[in-house]
């Protein structure tokens, strides 16, 4: 008698158990889940694919790197554009979705990376100089003048 009582019990404990589960999934369903931001390394200025799974709208996604982005969302996936601020910081941003049906973030979403501020490398004008030209001229003369001296030697050498 002893093992029907306790295969009883251990049956309605699974029972129990068994029709909780799902509906403790479902709950969790409805939630904002999965904040992916593509590229994962971005530079400045660069424009960012920002995708939420579980997302009803209206739904904004939010971070310190750009403005405010409205989501659009298809069949509970919510998906949007950003562009980087040109003066955000370097290093991981996070970035945070909010839908109808709840908040979530993503701590380490993306990365700016540091573009590079290219520029004239110190010169303020392009294209030789007055002053490269008369070097340049000065030194073909030279050349010249010291090869004109080592070809007359040579013939003079010859004569003797």
Do not use: Y
Not at 114 to 143: F, H, K, N, Y
């Amino acid at each position: 008698m002893r093992t029907t009582r306790a295969l009883a019990a251990a049956g309605a404990a699974i029972a129990a158990v068994g029709l909780a589960a799902p509906v403790a999934v479902a709950d969790g369903m409805n939630t904002p889940s999965n904040v992916t931001a593509l590229p994962s390394a971005i530079a400045r200025g660069g424009q960012l694919n920002i995708t939420v799974n579980n997302c009803t709208t209206p739904a904004t996604a939010t971070s310190d790197a750009f403005s405010p982005v409205t989501l659009n969302s298809v069949a509970g996936l919510a998906t949007g554009t950003a562009r980087v601020n040109s003066n955000a910081r370097q290093g991981t941003h996070s970035i945070t979705v909010t839908c109808a049906n709840g908040t979530l973030t993503n701590p380490t979403a993306f990365t700016v990376i540091g573009a590079v501020r290219g520029g004239l490398g110190g010169s303020s004008s392009t294209g030789a100089t007055p002053t490269d030209m008369a070097i340049g001229g000065g030194l073909v003369a030279a050349a010249v003048v010291g090869g004109g001296l080592f070809w007359m030697r040579r013939r003079s050498e010859k004569r003797i």
